[in-house]
């Protein structure tokens, strides 16, 4: 499975279908830390919002990347399930990257600045640790966006465009809508409302965060499993 996930990224990177994304994350970032500084844990919170459209469209690139006859050697070279886990793996991979990549910048163009001395926020160390956590949890929900937008889910263009254009536009539009809507997306808006208050989001937020996150992502799996066994 390690050689199927190297061959996929191999052809990802080599077949130049991450340019556009990574182009587009480039002025996103600079847009966001370009303008001023703030603390870690709000930088990082939104920073995280706009990686997630961007994530879920790289992971769709990835999983699309391979042809169909490939694909279909694989299943049977390694079994479905392995050759399926390896497409995710592979996305994850990228989106672990990006992510990586996307919390160095900040420093480059010096947008993070520590609390003042007795200030509630939190402190640049547990700023930074939230950051993280706000990265995993969209990058997570980016990867399961992106899967069921893939071509072997949706087969054709148009479908598989609409949603991954619509699920990222309803994650922040529910996300902000206050009601009980943002049930039905990942809580990448709410993380980074949790995490831009003046004050630290308390274990409990955080632990309902991740559990949302995590529950969201193993529901949408499951969705892109079962439409994948019978249309692959």
Same mark, same amino acid.
Request: with cysteine.
């Given at each position: 499975?390690?050689?199927?996930?190297?061959?996929?990224?191999?052809?990802?990177?080599?077949?130049?279908?991450?340019?556009?994304?990574?182009?587009?994350?480039?002025?996103?970032?600079?847009?966001?830390?370009?303008? $001023?500084?703030?603390?870690? &844990?709000? @930088?990082? %919170?939104?920073?995280?919002?706009? !990686?997630?459209? =961007? +994530?879920?469209? *790289?992971?769709?690139?990835?999983?699309?990347?391979?042809?169909?006859?490939?694909?279909?050697?694989?299943?049977?070279?390694?079994?479905?399930?392995?050759?399926?886990?390896?497409?995710?793996?592979?996305?994850?991979?990228?989106?672990?990257?990006?992510?990586?990549?996307?919390?160095?910048?900040?420093?480059?163009?010096?947008?993070?600045?520590?609390?003042?001395? $007795?200030?509630?926020?939190? &402190?640049? @160390?547990? %700023?930074?640790?939230?950051?993280? !956590?706000?990265? =995993? +949890?969209?990058? *997570?929900?980016?990867?399961?966006?992106?899967?069921?937008?893939?071509?072997?889910?949706?087969?054709?263009?148009?479908?598989?465009?609409?949603?991954?254009?619509?699920?990222?536009?309803?994650?922040?539009?529910?996300?902000?809508?206050?009601?009980?809507?943002?049930?039905?997306?990942?809580?990448?808006?709410?993380?980074?409302?949790?995490?831009?208050?003046?004050?630290?989001?308390?274990?409990?937020?955080? @632990?309902?965060?991740?559990?949302?996150?995590? !529950?969201?992502?193993?529901?949408?799996?499951?969705?892109?499993?079962?439409?994948?066994?019978?249309?692959?």
């Amino acid at each position: 499975m390690i050689a199927l996930i190297r061959m996929r990224l191999t052809g990802f990177v080599r077949g130049g279908r991450a340019v556009a994304p990574l182009i587009t994350l480039m002025a996103v970032l600079s847009v966001i830390y370009g303008g $001023g500084r703030s603390s870690a &844990s709000s @930088a990082y %919170g939104y920073s995280a919002v706009c !990686l997630f459209p =961007i +994530l879920a469209w *790289l992971t769709k690139l990835l999983l699309d990347t391979e042809p169909d006859a490939q694909r279909r050697l694989a299943r049977l070279a390694v079994g479905p399930v392995r050759e399926a886990v390896a497409g995710l793996l592979a996305a994850i991979v990228v989106a672990a990257a990006v992510c990586v990549a996307a919390m160095l910048t900040p420093w480059l163009f010096r947008a993070i600045e520590a609390p003042e001395p $007795g200030s509630p926020a939190p &402190s640049l @160390a547990a %700023g930074v640790l939230l950051g993280v !956590l706000a990265h =995993i +949890l969209s990058a *997570l929900a980016a990867v399961a966006l992106g899967a069921v937008a893939a071509r072997v889910v949706t087969r054709r263009i148009l479908p598989g465009l609409t949603v991954l254009v619509s699920g990222s536009i309803l994650a922040i539009v529910f996300g902000l809508s206050g009601s009980i809507a943002p049930w039905l997306v990942p809580p990448v808006m709410a993380t980074a409302r949790a995490l831009g208050g003046r004050t630290a989001p308390t274990t409990g937020t955080l @632990a309902l965060l991740t559990a949302w996150t995590v !529950l969201w992502c193993a529901v949408v799996l499951t969705v892109y499993a079962r439409l994948r066994r019978g249309r692959a």
